[in-house]
């Protein structure tokens, strides 16, 4: 069997979408290569065990996939040099699976060394928008969002400068810079990223083509974030028909788009067509990855969160527990994913009336996140919300005040007074001071939440109704709330 053979064979396979498959063929080539001599062979291995990596990545087996491109990377630094160019494609798939484990400083420490050596090497600064794309990438999972902004918007006037408006390559940076704003709570600027990203495409490829679907669906969450239901339930739908038309029924950008669909129905207070919506993207999943793989526990968490507004809190408490198992699996235990999936338990436990239990699972996940991202990156905000709703909800005002406060000094610092998170942090504290009977200050913070949230969403969106009748409804007890 030719090398040439077999790795055609690989490329149809890959094609065709089959990566079990397709991984077991790069095998046979890497076998075949390593029993033959010279340099070109080395080229050769190196090259097919970057493939190899980014099918295993791709699967979910990341620890594997990483330990392919250490071997590719000792490869090519024993042919040409740790400074050579050479090194710098496989060191910076390297830096980006670092990033997927959850290891973003240590991906960033990578990716600074591909900016060294390109620079070392002259290359002019339009030649390295994908290492500056990968850099952008990296310090949004640092949290660093306003760096990250500043570097897509670098790549973006480059490419802009060098190619015109209408260059494929600006609809990507577009898209990821939408991500980045969205981030940041700024959704217009979100949603004019990805309309623009939509001409683009559309205009370049076709109204048809599964890149315009995967924009539409992109678009969508904008619009849901900004809480039109029915626009983003019909930006889905389209991109829904266009993937029926291009993909086999079990894909994977078919499951992604069922699922913001489910989404939107649990938004509506649809809730058992978000959970039929939710088993049938689970059971999709689990026929193109298998049940252990980083999008099942998703959708495992998207379910439970379903089940748990149905009221069947321990059923929920099940399928979040499913979800953390699986991602211990596939990513280790001190994956900022299973942080993630102790706040979701420690969620499911306080509605389940186990404070004790919750404040476990919280506390931990806060510990986990503090370890990972430091004392104020804004992945913690979630559970300090949780904390806060927690202590609000065993009288412990004081507590929750200062959890909440710190909190929304985080929210502050990192995505500014006029992001959603900023107003939930108030509504929490407003609660707060209520409960310590401070009601002036427990209506000013409502009302400055109230303000924030009608900036960003429709008049009848959940976090609004929920917030007036805080401020509508002072002589009664706060109740649980879900973040």
């Keep these: 069997v030719s090398t040439q053979s077999t790795g055609d064979r690989a490329n149809v396979l890959a094609r065709l979408g089959d990566k079990e498959q397709t991984a077991g063929v790069l095998e046979q080539c890497i076998t075949i290569i390593e029993q033959l001599d010279g340099e070109d062979m080395l080229v050769k291995e190196s090259e097919l065990l970057n493939e190899l990596a980014q099918v295993h990545g791709n699967i979910g087996n990341l620890n594997y996939a990483n330990s392919l491109l250490e071997r590719s990377l000792s490869i ?19 830096a980006m699976l670092r990033n997927k484990k959850g290891e973003p400083t240590q991906a960033h420490s990578q990716l600074q060394r591909v900016m060294r050596i390109q620079e070392r090497h002259d290359v002019p600064r339009h030649e390295f928008g994908s290492t500056l794309c990968n850099m952008a990438a990296v310090n949004a999972a640092l949290g660093e969002h306003e760096k990250s902004k500043v570097l897509y918007q670098s790549v973006l006037a480059t490419q802009e400068r060098q190619y015109g408006q ?20 700024e ?18 490829y076709g109204r048809k083509h599964p890149l315009v679907a995967s924009t539409l669906t992109n678009l969508a969450s904008v619009v849901f974030t900004m809480g039109d239901m029915k626009e983003s339930m019909r930006l889905n739908e389209e991109a829904l028909e266009i993937q029926k038309a291009c993909y086999p029924d079990a894909h994977p950008l078919v499951a992604v788009t069922l699922k913001n669909m489910a989404m939107i129905e649990n938004s509506l207070g649809n809730l058992d067509k978000a959970k039929s919506l939710y088993e049938r993207v689970l059971q999709m999943e689990e026929v193109i990855y298998g049940e252990l793989h980083p999008a099942v526990a998703s959708t495992l968490n998207n379910l439970a969160d379903t089940v748990l507004e149905q009221g069947e809190t321990a059923k929920a408490a099940v399928l979040f527990q499913r979800a953390m198992e699986t991602n211990e699996i596939v990513f280790g235990k001190d994956h900022p994913d299973i942080a993630r999936n102790l706040n979701n338990l420690g969620r499911a436990f306080k509605e389940m009336g186990d404070y004790d239990g919750a404040k ?34 065993t009288k412990q005002p004081q507590r929750a005040k200062d959890v909440l406060t710190r909190g929304l000094k985080i929210c502050e610092k990192r995505v500014g007074m006029k992001h959603p998170d900023s ?21 000013k913070l409502l009302n400055k939440s109230l303000d924030i949230l009608e900036g960003v969403y429709n008049n009848d969106h959940p976090y609004i109704l929920a917030t007036r009748a805080d401020l509508g409804a002072c002589s009664r007890p706060v109740g649980a709330r879900v973040f």
């Design 360 to 393: 476990s699972k919280l506390m931990l996940s806060l510990q986990m996140k503090e370890k990972r991202y430091g004392e104020d990156h804004i992945n913690l905000v979630p559970t300090l919300m949780n904390l806060g709703d927690l202590f609000n909800l």
């Design 166 to 185: 209408w260059y494929p390559e600006i609809a990507t940076t577009l898209s990821n810079l939408a991500m980045v704003h969205m981030a940041l709570g």
């Design 187 to 204: 959704y217009e600027e979100a949603k004019d990223c990805l309309e623009r990203t939509q001409k683009i495409r559309s205009r370049v």
């Design 423 to 443: 107003a939930k942090m108030l509504r929490l504290l407003g609660n707060s001071f209520y409960l310590m009977g401070d009601l002036p200050t427990s209506e």
């Design 76 to 94: 090519k630094e024993s042919l040409h040099g740790s400074s050579s160019l050479e090194i710098c494609d496989t060191l910076s798939r390297l």
